[in-house]
């Protein structure tokens, strides 16, 4: 039998052994999502892309529920294990930057790389004169609505003020006997309640340290909001309607109008293309808040725990770059994007006149993305945050479903707030 | 003949693997809970500063925590309902009828559905134009009770009167099943003989139920009652997929729930928690007192 040379035996074990130390040197970059699963495609191909550019780095993409990803975070970080990035909204990202739970990104309080963002979603990050997130996607409410309803209720202009849509949302109930839209009561999601329509409204939640909601402005708005719901232009379970239900509802007719971000145009697509041919998608007016009603940014943070915040870094900045950020925008067709570059794209305008909505609704959102602010209480200004909101949001809904006056219900959330803040 | 103390080693190693599982994942969370209520801890840097009695004193004069804890006592309704419930569906699907399977695998289907899956199913049955208001519609129609077209339209779970109770109509219906599975193999263990005797002295079903089933299945009425009480107590998934807390729903639990993962506030909490679990360890001693075999 023929002998080998020992090296012929060696030299592959010892390749295979470089080759495996070479692998075990790379650190693991892990980013977390929330219901971005649908557009895989997009995530594994930022991840080859920075895997490639970054020998010495692996990205690592998890994607789960948006009501996971809080809870995970946080026994993930008790547990010493946080991720490098988390994809968060502005108020989790004031939440736990406050509480110190979150690393500054000091490259963008004042480094150069400011400079690729638009400055108002870096004021949206910033928690005391520093950036806490780099800035990711944004949506703005648009208003997709049913043609064959708006004809049928003889409405033939849009809205330019808060108070015509209101007028032509009564109308629609009036002529046509289906609800007009729901106004985003449910507070899950936690884009909902009548603190961001005060907001959008222009008037004020807290002042000074106190609630500022006991006015007769707030309770001319909230009755309003009674009598949409009492005359059946809301519907009935407005207080539970969250997006999913939004779309569902008005992908079966039982609404004239969905107000929400211009993504729900995709679900209308998969799930009823019939309805989705009869929409038409207009600008939702700006009103005294002046700004855009919807505004969500999300963002990249890096949890307290993460020890590699260099890595976290380069890829925080590479998932947010202009191009990744037009990348996703033209992947998902819907989302807008938070950095400079990529807004002024021709891409976000050239379906005005498309045949379809999508199209126009992106174009229509993009019109709205100056006002795009996430509507924030004064940060720290609710020292138990989730008792104070769900007292408040239970009085809201007493008052709006009819079982208590607008004013007694104001009154009674402020003094709870006052004797709390006043505690704190 | 080997000596006692070997038998008792031996029993030991038997215990061991799971004293061992119950050290790690019952003892040492429910003592680290009970640490963590007299504690500020903060997530980050996993420190514990500590606050004595404070936690405490805060959740005695939370309104909220109070009628959470109230629904929560109220929704021990369901402890008597379900155990009659699973106790009545045991006795049924234990005799040999034709379809008996089929009528168990139909009440025990709800237990083995995520409650996810089926807390989005019962949102639609309990909508305002759900099946349930649907069904009563029809039905009133048919019976004349309402008028042509007239349509009822009760809100199940946006209604602070009711919907706690629709919420534990369906807790009601996913526990069915589990508990009367239990009962199924305590009533399999009655000799068959025993019911015969009862049947040749005359007694009839109902006489034969009261007087030899129910006292011969008490040990599985016990621990069923235990573990429905525990989970009536600890009623918290069914509220957040069925009603999220709104309307007058809000449990004790959720309010753990809330002040942990939305307030970060896990001292107060563990309090919370802490409440919650004497409650159920008083329960659990009065239904052992109540239960247990007299000599």
Not at chain 1, 106 to 131: E, F, H, W
Not at chain 2, 67 to 83: C, F, T
Request: hydrophobic share 45%; proline share 5%.
């Amino acid at each position: 039998m023929k002998k080998h040379p020992v090296s012929l035996y060696c030299l592959p074990l010892a390749a295979a052994l470089m080759a495996g130390s070479a692998f075990a040197q790379k650190t693991t970059v892990e980013f977390w999502t929330f219901n971005l699963s649908p557009f895989a495609p997009y995530f594994e191909e930022s991840v080859k892309k920075f895997n490639a550019a970054n020998p010495t780095l692996e990205a690592k993409w998890v994607d789960m529920n948006w009501d996971q990803i809080q809870p995970k975070l946080i026994t993930a970080m008790a547990a010493g294990k946080a991720p490098a990035l988390v994809n968060f909204n502005v108020p989790w990202t004031h939440e736990f930057a406050r509480k110190g739970h979150l690393q500054a990104i000091d490259t963008l309080s004042n480094g150069s790389n400011r400079a690729v963002y638009l400055p108002v979603a870096l004021d949206d990050l910033a928690v005391n004169n520093k950036v806490y997130g780099f800035p990711f996607y944004n949506s703005v409410s648009v208003i997709a609505y049913n043609k064959d309803l708006f004809s049928k209720a003889g409405i033939k202009a849009q809205p330019t003020t808060f108070n015509e849509f209101i007028a032509q949302a009564r109308q629609i109930k009036e002529k046509t006997g289906v609800p007009a839209f729901s106004p985003k009561l449910a507070t899950k999601s936690g884009d909902g309640g009548m603190v961001r329509w005060f907001m959008y409204l222009g008037l004020p939640v807290v002042q000074n340290g106190k609630a500022a909601f006991n006015t007769p402005e707030h309770v001319k708005v909230v009755e309003s909001f009674a009598d949409l719901y009492r005359s059946g232009v809301i519907p009935k379970d407005s207080f539970r309607l969250e997006y999913e239900q939004e779309v569902a509802s008005y992908s079966s007719g039982k609404l004239a109008m969905m107000t929400t971000s211009s993504t729900a145009l995709k679900r209308v697509e998969v799930d009823n293309k019939a309805m989705y041919q009869k929409t038409e998608v207009m600008p939702f007016p700006i009103a005294e808040g002046k700004m855009a009603l919807g505004a969500w940014l999300m963002s990249y943070v890096i949890p307290k725990g993460y020890a590699n915040t260099e890595a976290a870094t380069k890829l925080g900045l590479f998932l947010t770059s202009d191009e990744r950020q037009l990348a996703i925008a033209r992947f998902t067709e819907t989302m807008l994007p938070s950095s400079k570059k990529a807004t002024e794209d021709s891409y976000f305008m050239a379906g005005k006149n498309s045949n379809e909505p999508i199209e126009r609704a992106r174009a229509a959102a993009a019109q709205s993305m100056k006002y795009a602010r996430t509507p924030m209480l004064p940060p720290n200004a609710l020292p138990d945050e989730a008792t104070m909101m769900k007292l408040f949001n239970d009085q809201m809904q007493m008052a709006i479903e009819g079982r208590k006056p607008a004013q007694k219900a104001l009154a009674d959330a402020a003094a709870d707030w006052n004797r709390r803040m006043a505690k704190k | 003949m080997k000596p006692r103390h070997t038998y008792i080693l031996v029993a030991y190693l038997f215990l061991g693997p799971a004293l061992i599982l119950l050290a790690l994942f019952t003892f040492l969370p429910v003592g680290f809970n009970t640490y963590l209520a007299f504690h500020e801890y903060n997530i980050s840097d996993g420190s514990a500063t500590w606050l004595g009695l404070e936690n405490f004193e805060y959740i005695y004069h939370e309104e909220l925590f109070h009628s959470a804890l109230k629904n929560s006592l109220i929704y021990l309704l369901i402890v008597p309902i379900v155990q009659i419930m699973a106790l009545v569906s045991a006795k049924l699907v234990n005799n040999q009828l034709p379809g008996m399977t089929l009528v168990r695998a139909t009440i025990y289907i709800p237990v083995i559905t995520a409650i996810s899956i089926a807390g989005v199913v019962w949102g639609f049955v309990y909508k305002y134009d759900g099946m349930l208001n649907g069904f009563f519609s029809w039905l009133g129609q048919h019976t004349w009770l309402l008028e042509a077209g007239e349509l009822i339209e009760i809100d199940w779970l946006g209604d602070p009167d009711i919907a706690l109770y629709a919420t534990m109509a369906f807790t009601c219906w996913k526990g069915v099943g589990y508990y009367m599975v239990l009962y199924l193999a305590g009533l399999q263990a009655i000799p068959r003989e025993v019911e015969e005797a009862a049947e040749l002295d005359g007694a009839n079903a109902w006489q034969r139920f009261w007087k030899i089933t129910v006292p011969m299945v008490k040990p599985t009425i016990l621990l069923c009652t235990l573990l429905s009480t525990i989970a009536a107590l600890k009623a918290f998934q069914e509220v957040i997929v069925l009603s999220k807390g709104q309307a007058d729903t809000y449990t004790a639990l959720y309010y753990v729930y809330d002040q942990a993962f939305k307030n970060f506030v896990f001292g107060r909490s563990a309090a919370a928690g802490l409440v919650v679990t004497f409650f159920c360890v008083l329960l659990a001693i009065a239904q052992f007192r109540m239960f247990r075999e007299k000599d």
